[in-house]
């Protein structure tokens, strides 16, 4: 792993609109790009927002429209993006992340594998973890409510993630959860997090943004407030190695009868 940075683009997405809200999005990779950032996370169902009973009609193949702009995107700006939208696949539709570089590749995609409350009527749960190996280090994909479950970011960390971005939907009342779930996750296994939260409301929830990079303390390094808006952090490999180097989770992790 090298130094890099990344940033959380919070926005308030408008439903079902998806030229508008990648329009959108474009201008949170700018801003991003102009700040130094090689990463870029931006929140959960980026494309069209959380509009379950429209999923059919809006739902896209992991080489569509929207992941091909992603990929322009990275490719024109230079940096990575985070995402996640509907795929459409063999007729069944999952809640996946992808992973874009910076010469326009997809290098990642990630479904879903925790469906939160009713998500589980519209999409089908994924099945397995994922880890890429990129030029700053090796990157895991997380979706929202998956970050409750702590086995999914400790199969990532036991393939070796340096860093777990994360698109979410994290909706109010749960703020103190959300921050806990985040810093818990770095601090359990001594890694990365970038969490990109969304604004605004859809038609069941409304959202309170603090989207956060969390450093593997468990310490949120940079943080947004509850409006559209951008953090960024420096992400360094110093941290994670002198933490690990005092003492180290997993080496010392024993299983259980």
């Known amino acids: 792993m090298k130094d890099f940075k990344v940033a959380v683009a919070?926005?308030?997405?408008?439903?079902?609109?998806?030229?508008?809200?990648m329009e959108k999005a474009e201008g949170f990779v700018s801003k991003a790009t102009a700040a130094g950032a090689d990463f870029v996370v931006?929140?959960?169902?980026?494309?069209?927002?959380?509009?379950?009973?429209?999923?059919d009609e809006l739902?896209?193949?992991?080489?569509?429209?929207?992941?091909?702009?992603?990929?322009?995107?990275?490719?024109?700006?230079d940096i990575h993006i985070a995402a996640s939208l509907v795929q459409e696949e063999k007729g069944g539709l999952y809640n996946t992340a992808v992973l874009t570089g910076r010469k326009g590749e997809l290098l990642a995609t990630y479904r879903k594998v925790h469906l939160f409350m009713d998500e589980q009527e519209y999409v089908?749960?994924?099945?397995?973890?994922?880890?890429?190996?990129?030029?700053?280090g090796r990157v895991g994909l997380m979706i929202c409510y998956d970050t409750v479950f702590p086995?999914?970011?400790?199969?990532?960390?036991?393939?070796?993630?340096?860093?777990?971005l994360v698109p979410a939907n994290w909706p109010d009342p749960f703020k103190h959860q959300w921050q806990l779930a985040?810093?818990?996750?770095?601090?359990?296994?001594?890694?990365?997090?970038?969490?990109?939260?969304?604004?605004?409301?859809?038609?069941?929830?409304?959202?309170?943004g603090c989207s956060r990079v969390v450093n593997p303390y468990g310490i949120p390094v940079?943080?947004?407030?509850?409006?559209?808006?951008?953090?960024?952090?420096?992400?360094?490999?110093?941290s994670a190695r002198e933490f690990k180097g005092?003492?180290?989770?997993?080496?010392?992790?024993?299983?259980?009868?």
Not at 60 to 73: F, I, K, N, Y
Not at 124 to 136: H, I
């Open 10 to 21: 919070q926005m308030n997405m408008k439903l079902g609109d998806k030229k508008e809200n």
């Open 42 to 55: 931006l929140p959960e169902y980026l494309p069209t927002g959380s509009t379950p009973e429209r999923f």
């Open 59 to 77: 739902a896209e193949p992991a080489s569509g429209p929207s992941v091909h702009e992603l990929q322009r995107m990275s490719k024109q700006y």
């Open 124 to 136: 089908e749960n994924g099945t397995e973890t994922v880890t890429v190996d990129t030029e700053f």
């Open 151 to 164: 086995e999914v970011a400790r199969r990532m960390a036991m393939d070796g993630a340096d860093i777990i």
């Open 182 to 208: 985040t810093s818990s996750r770095a601090l359990d296994n001594q890694l990365w997090v970038a969490a990109a939260n969304r604004v605004g409301s859809d038609e069941k929830f409304s959202y309170f």
């Open 222 to 238: 940079a943080e947004c407030g509850d409006e559209e808006g951008l953090a960024i952090a420096e992400i360094t490999s110093d």
């Open 246 to 257: 005092i003492v180290d989770f997993i080496r010392d992790m024993q299983p259980l009868p």
